[in-house]
Protein backbone atom coordinates (compact mmCIF):
# COMPACT_ATOMS: atom_id res chain seq x y z
CA UNK A 1 0.00 0.00 0.00
CA UNK A 2 0.90 3.30 -0.88
CA UNK A 3 2.02 5.95 1.93
CA UNK A 4 0.08 8.84 1.36
CA UNK A 5 2.89 11.98 1.71
CA UNK A 6 1.44 14.63 4.95
CA UNK A 7 0.86 18.17 3.32
CA UNK A 8 3.46 20.31 3.26
CA UNK A 9 3.47 22.34 6.05
CA UNK A 10 3.55 26.10 5.67
CA UNK A 11 5.82 28.43 6.35
CA UNK A 12 4.40 30.37 9.17
CA UNK A 13 7.39 32.85 9.76
CA UNK A 14 7.16 33.34 6.13
CA UNK A 15 3.41 34.31 5.68
CA UNK A 16 3.53 36.61 8.83
CA UNK A 17 6.00 38.60 7.41
CA UNK A 18 4.53 38.35 3.86
CA UNK A 19 1.27 39.88 5.77
CA UNK A 20 3.14 42.30 7.69
CA UNK A 21 4.83 44.20 4.05
CA UNK A 22 1.31 44.11 2.96
CA UNK A 23 0.28 46.06 5.74
CA UNK A 24 2.89 48.48 5.58
CA UNK A 25 3.28 49.22 1.49
CA UNK A 26 -0.92 49.54 1.27
CA UNK A 27 -1.58 50.87 4.38
CA UNK A 28 -3.89 48.32 5.63
CA UNK A 29 -4.85 47.81 9.06
CA UNK A 30 -5.12 44.32 10.79
CA UNK A 31 -8.97 44.78 10.91
CA UNK A 32 -8.99 45.30 7.33
CA UNK A 33 -6.73 42.13 6.73
CA UNK A 34 -8.82 40.15 8.96
CA UNK A 35 -12.43 41.26 7.53
CA UNK A 36 -10.75 40.66 3.28
CA UNK A 37 -9.49 37.59 4.86
CA UNK A 38 -12.38 35.90 6.54
CA UNK A 39 -10.49 35.43 9.62
CA UNK A 40 -11.40 36.61 13.53
CA UNK A 41 -9.18 39.66 14.36
CA UNK A 42 -8.51 39.06 17.49
CA UNK A 43 -6.85 35.70 15.79
CA UNK A 44 -5.03 37.41 13.69
CA UNK A 45 -3.70 40.16 16.40
CA UNK A 46 -2.03 37.56 18.25
CA UNK A 47 -0.74 35.66 15.17
CA UNK A 48 1.24 38.80 13.73
CA UNK A 49 2.04 38.93 17.05
CA UNK A 50 3.25 35.04 17.40
CA UNK A 51 0.55 34.55 20.70
CA UNK A 52 -2.05 32.52 19.05
CA UNK A 53 -1.99 29.17 20.55
CA UNK A 54 -4.31 27.83 18.12
CA UNK A 55 -3.94 26.23 14.62
CA UNK A 56 -1.10 28.56 13.08
CA UNK A 57 -1.40 26.15 9.94
CA UNK A 58 -4.55 26.65 9.25
CA UNK A 59 -4.71 30.44 9.88
CA UNK A 60 -1.96 31.05 7.44
CA UNK A 61 -2.89 28.96 4.82
CA UNK A 62 -5.96 31.44 4.73
CA UNK A 63 -3.97 34.11 5.01
CA UNK A 64 -1.73 32.49 2.12
CA UNK A 65 -5.12 32.56 -0.07
CA UNK A 66 -6.04 36.17 0.47
CA UNK A 67 -2.38 37.25 -0.74
CA UNK A 68 -2.12 35.41 -3.57
CA UNK A 69 -5.47 36.85 -4.18
CA UNK A 70 -4.20 40.66 -3.95
CA UNK A 71 -1.69 39.17 -5.96
CA UNK A 72 -3.60 37.86 -8.84
CA UNK A 73 -5.81 41.97 -8.54
CA UNK A 74 -2.55 43.37 -9.10
CA UNK A 75 -2.20 41.92 -12.24
CA UNK A 76 -5.58 43.29 -13.65
CA UNK A 77 -5.93 46.22 -15.37
CA UNK A 78 -5.85 49.27 -13.51
CA UNK A 79 -9.12 50.65 -14.62
CA UNK A 80 -10.84 47.53 -13.84
CA UNK A 81 -9.91 47.03 -9.94
CA UNK A 82 -10.23 50.61 -8.83
CA UNK A 83 -13.17 52.35 -7.38
CA UNK A 84 -14.80 54.78 -9.56
CA UNK A 85 -16.14 58.11 -8.73
CA UNK A 86 -19.56 58.63 -9.07
CA UNK A 87 -20.48 59.57 -12.60
CA UNK A 88 -23.28 62.29 -13.49
CA UNK A 89 -24.92 61.48 -16.05
CA UNK A 90 -28.15 62.97 -18.23
CA UNK A 91 -30.49 60.93 -16.26
CA UNK A 92 -28.75 61.06 -12.65
CA UNK A 93 -28.82 65.22 -12.48
CA UNK A 94 -32.19 64.93 -12.74
CA UNK A 95 -32.93 61.97 -10.49
CA UNK A 96 -30.27 64.42 -8.02
CA UNK A 97 -32.64 67.84 -8.50
CA UNK A 98 -35.84 65.69 -8.08
CA UNK A 99 -34.37 64.88 -4.83
CA UNK A 100 -33.09 67.59 -3.76
CA UNK A 101 -36.77 69.59 -4.76
CA UNK A 102 -38.19 67.17 -2.45
CA UNK A 103 -35.89 67.81 0.61
CA UNK A 104 -36.06 71.01 0.22
CA UNK A 105 -39.83 71.60 -0.76
CA UNK A 106 -40.58 68.77 1.63
CA UNK A 107 -42.59 67.52 -0.76
CA UNK A 108 -43.64 63.79 -2.36
CA UNK A 109 -41.53 63.02 -5.98
CA UNK A 110 -42.00 60.01 -7.55
CA UNK A 111 -38.81 58.98 -9.69
CA UNK A 112 -39.22 55.90 -12.18
CA UNK A 113 -37.43 54.00 -15.43
CA UNK A 114 -36.61 50.83 -16.52
CA UNK A 115 -33.92 49.19 -14.57
CA UNK A 116 -30.34 50.24 -15.27
CA UNK A 117 -30.84 54.05 -15.87
CA UNK A 118 -28.94 54.96 -12.94
CA UNK A 119 -31.63 55.39 -10.25
CA UNK A 120 -30.14 53.19 -7.34
CA UNK A 121 -26.70 54.61 -7.65
CA UNK A 122 -28.01 58.13 -8.01
CA UNK A 123 -29.86 57.36 -4.75
CA UNK A 124 -26.97 56.51 -3.04
CA UNK A 125 -24.77 59.32 -4.03
CA UNK A 126 -27.50 61.88 -2.87
CA UNK A 127 -27.50 59.97 0.26
CA UNK A 128 -23.80 60.43 1.01
CA UNK A 129 -23.59 64.04 0.00
CA UNK A 130 -27.21 65.70 1.84
CA UNK A 131 -27.61 65.54 5.60
CA UNK A 132 -30.61 63.44 7.06
CA UNK A 133 -31.27 61.24 4.11
CA UNK A 134 -32.80 57.98 4.73
CA UNK A 135 -32.55 54.85 2.30
CA UNK A 136 -34.58 52.26 2.32
CA UNK A 137 -35.01 49.58 -0.09
CA UNK A 138 -37.77 47.40 -1.02
CA UNK A 139 -38.50 43.82 -1.92
CA UNK A 140 -40.79 41.10 -2.27
CA UNK A 141 -40.73 40.54 1.03
CA UNK A 142 -41.59 43.59 1.72
CA UNK A 143 -44.38 44.20 0.00
CA UNK A 144 -47.35 44.65 2.91
CA UNK A 145 -46.97 47.75 5.40
CA UNK A 146 -45.45 46.01 8.40
CA UNK A 147 -42.07 44.32 6.62
CA UNK A 148 -42.16 47.52 5.15
CA UNK A 149 -42.34 50.11 7.93
CA UNK A 150 -39.54 47.24 9.73
CA UNK A 151 -37.25 48.04 6.71
CA UNK A 152 -37.84 51.29 6.91
CA UNK A 153 -36.86 51.78 10.84
CA UNK A 154 -34.04 49.81 10.14
CA UNK A 155 -32.95 52.62 7.59
CA UNK A 156 -33.49 55.02 10.59
CA UNK A 157 -31.49 53.34 13.13
CA UNK A 158 -34.39 51.86 14.63
CA UNK A 159 -35.51 48.44 15.89
CA UNK A 160 -39.37 48.32 15.75
CA UNK A 161 -41.73 45.52 17.12
CA UNK A 162 -45.46 46.03 17.68
CA UNK A 163 -48.67 46.77 15.30
CA UNK A 164 -47.90 48.86 12.28
CA UNK A 165 -49.52 51.87 14.49
CA UNK A 166 -47.00 51.94 16.64
CA UNK A 167 -44.56 51.75 14.63
CA UNK A 168 -45.56 54.65 12.29
CA UNK A 169 -45.54 56.65 15.49
CA UNK A 170 -42.03 55.74 16.30
CA UNK A 171 -40.98 56.36 13.00
CA UNK A 172 -42.67 59.90 12.92
CA UNK A 173 -41.08 60.95 16.01
CA UNK A 174 -37.81 59.78 14.24
CA UNK A 175 -37.82 61.65 11.60
CA UNK A 176 -40.33 64.94 12.26
CA UNK A 177 -38.94 68.58 12.14
CA UNK A 178 -35.26 66.95 10.54
CA UNK A 179 -35.52 68.34 7.53
CA UNK A 180 -34.72 65.07 6.29
CA UNK A 181 -35.44 62.90 3.20
CA UNK A 182 -36.67 59.93 3.18
CA UNK A 183 -35.63 57.71 0.15
CA UNK A 184 -37.40 54.20 -0.93
CA UNK A 185 -36.18 52.33 -3.88
CA UNK A 186 -37.70 49.91 -5.50
CA UNK A 187 -41.43 51.05 -4.17
CA UNK A 188 -43.13 49.25 -7.48
CA UNK A 189 -42.53 46.54 -4.90
CA UNK A 190 -45.15 47.76 -2.20
CA UNK A 191 -49.06 47.18 -2.40
CA UNK A 192 -51.16 49.69 -1.65
CA UNK A 193 -51.81 49.73 2.02
CA UNK A 194 -48.13 50.12 1.98
CA UNK A 195 -48.21 53.03 0.07
CA UNK A 196 -51.17 54.25 1.88
CA UNK A 197 -48.89 53.79 5.07
CA UNK A 198 -45.90 56.16 3.35
CA UNK A 199 -48.88 58.77 2.95
CA UNK A 200 -49.67 58.41 6.35
CA UNK A 201 -45.64 58.94 7.47
CA UNK A 202 -45.28 61.64 4.85
CA UNK A 203 -48.66 63.72 6.04
CA UNK A 204 -47.51 63.90 9.71
CA UNK A 205 -43.86 64.60 9.16
CA UNK A 206 -43.78 67.14 5.96
CA UNK A 207 -40.58 65.44 5.32
CA UNK A 208 -39.56 65.12 2.04
CA UNK A 209 -40.39 61.46 0.64
CA UNK A 210 -39.37 59.81 -3.06
CA UNK A 211 -40.37 56.48 -4.39
CA UNK A 212 -38.28 54.87 -6.83
CA UNK A 213 -39.11 52.34 -9.02
CA UNK A 214 -39.47 50.70 -11.86
CA UNK A 215 -42.91 51.95 -14.36
CA UNK A 216 -44.73 50.00 -12.49
CA UNK A 217 -44.56 52.68 -9.61
CA UNK A 218 -46.09 55.34 -11.72
CA UNK A 219 -48.91 53.13 -12.83
CA UNK A 220 -49.70 52.33 -9.46
CA UNK A 221 -49.23 55.56 -7.91
CA UNK A 222 -51.75 56.99 -10.20
CA UNK A 223 -54.43 54.53 -8.84
CA UNK A 224 -54.20 55.39 -5.67
CA UNK A 225 -55.47 58.71 -5.22
CA UNK A 226 -54.71 59.62 -1.78
CA UNK A 227 -50.93 59.06 -3.33
CA UNK A 228 -51.15 60.84 -6.62
CA UNK A 229 -52.81 63.94 -5.40
CA UNK A 230 -49.73 64.23 -3.17
CA UNK A 231 -47.07 63.92 -5.75
CA UNK A 232 -45.29 67.47 -6.26
CA UNK A 233 -43.06 65.97 -9.06
CA UNK A 234 -42.29 63.46 -10.95
CA UNK A 235 -39.22 62.43 -12.55
CA UNK A 236 -39.04 59.77 -15.90
CA UNK A 237 -36.56 58.50 -16.70
CA UNK A 238 -35.79 57.50 -20.45
CA UNK A 239 -33.30 55.32 -22.45
CA UNK A 240 -29.75 56.29 -22.09
CA UNK A 241 -28.23 58.59 -24.15
CA UNK A 242 -25.16 58.64 -26.01
CA UNK A 243 -23.17 61.02 -24.46
CA UNK A 244 -24.21 58.97 -21.24
CA UNK A 245 -22.19 56.19 -22.88
CA UNK A 246 -19.61 58.15 -23.27
CA UNK A 247 -19.25 59.78 -19.41
CA UNK A 248 -19.48 55.54 -18.37
CA UNK A 249 -16.30 54.84 -21.06
CA UNK A 250 -14.32 57.49 -19.36
CA UNK A 251 -13.18 56.17 -16.19
CA UNK A 252 -12.50 52.68 -17.93
CA UNK A 253 -10.06 55.09 -20.56
CA UNK A 254 -12.28 53.45 -23.74
CA UNK A 255 -13.17 56.05 -26.56
CA UNK A 256 -13.86 55.94 -30.61
CA UNK A 257 -16.90 56.26 -32.24
CA UNK A 258 -16.94 52.11 -33.32
CA UNK A 259 -17.18 51.54 -29.17
CA UNK A 260 -19.48 54.31 -28.13
CA UNK A 261 -22.00 52.95 -31.01
CA UNK A 262 -22.07 49.65 -30.15
CA UNK A 263 -22.20 50.08 -26.20
CA UNK A 264 -25.10 52.47 -26.73
CA UNK A 265 -26.72 49.83 -28.72
CA UNK A 266 -26.27 47.89 -25.49
CA UNK A 267 -27.27 50.99 -23.07
CA UNK A 268 -30.91 50.69 -25.30
CA UNK A 269 -31.45 47.01 -24.09
CA UNK A 270 -33.14 45.81 -20.44
CA UNK A 271 -30.27 46.40 -18.19
CA UNK A 272 -29.16 49.80 -19.75
CA UNK A 273 -26.28 51.48 -18.36
CA UNK A 274 -25.48 48.63 -16.15
CA UNK A 275 -25.29 46.10 -18.93
CA UNK A 276 -22.61 48.67 -20.07
CA UNK A 277 -20.14 48.87 -17.13
CA UNK A 278 -20.47 44.83 -17.31
CA UNK A 279 -19.40 44.39 -21.02
CA UNK A 280 -16.64 47.32 -20.09
CA UNK A 281 -15.25 45.09 -17.59
CA UNK A 282 -15.75 42.20 -18.93
CA UNK A 283 -13.91 42.86 -22.30
CA UNK A 284 -10.70 44.52 -20.62
CA UNK A 285 -10.82 41.22 -18.45
CA UNK A 286 -10.45 39.05 -22.12
CA UNK A 287 -7.73 41.41 -23.28
CA UNK A 288 -5.79 41.43 -20.49
CA UNK A 289 -5.72 37.01 -20.12
CA UNK A 290 -4.82 37.77 -23.73
CA UNK A 291 -2.31 39.81 -22.89
CA UNK A 292 -3.85 42.33 -25.35
CA UNK A 293 -4.23 46.04 -25.52
CA UNK A 294 -8.10 47.06 -25.46
CA UNK A 295 -9.81 46.34 -28.74
CA UNK A 296 -13.02 46.86 -30.21
CA UNK A 297 -13.22 43.31 -30.49
CA UNK A 298 -13.20 42.19 -27.16
CA UNK A 299 -16.22 44.41 -26.53
CA UNK A 300 -17.66 42.00 -28.99
CA UNK A 301 -16.54 39.14 -27.18
CA UNK A 302 -18.13 40.05 -23.97
CA UNK A 303 -21.40 41.22 -25.06
CA UNK A 304 -21.47 37.52 -26.75
CA UNK A 305 -20.58 35.92 -23.56
CA UNK A 306 -22.85 37.54 -21.69
CA UNK A 307 -25.92 37.81 -24.20
CA UNK A 308 -27.67 36.30 -27.04
CA UNK A 309 -29.35 39.69 -27.84
CA UNK A 310 -28.12 41.47 -30.39
CA UNK A 311 -28.00 44.71 -29.69
CA UNK A 312 -30.06 47.30 -31.68
Avoid at 65 to 87: G, K, N, Y
Amino acid sequence: MTDIPEKAKIDVGAVRERISQIMRGRNLTQATIAKKSGINSGVLSRFIAERYEGDNQAVASKLLIWAESLAQQDTMPAPLTRDHDFVKTTASERILLGLRFAQVAGDLVTVYGEPGVGKTISLENYQRTASNVWLATMSPDTSSKVPMLEELGLSLGLTLSGGAASMRRKIVARVRDTGGLILIDEAQHLDAKALDELRSIYDKTRIGMVLCGNPQLKARAETLQQINSRVGKNVKIGRPSRPDVALLMAPFQIEGRDETDFLHSIAQLPGGLRCVVKVIRLALMIANGENDSFKMKYLVAAWEDLSLTEPV
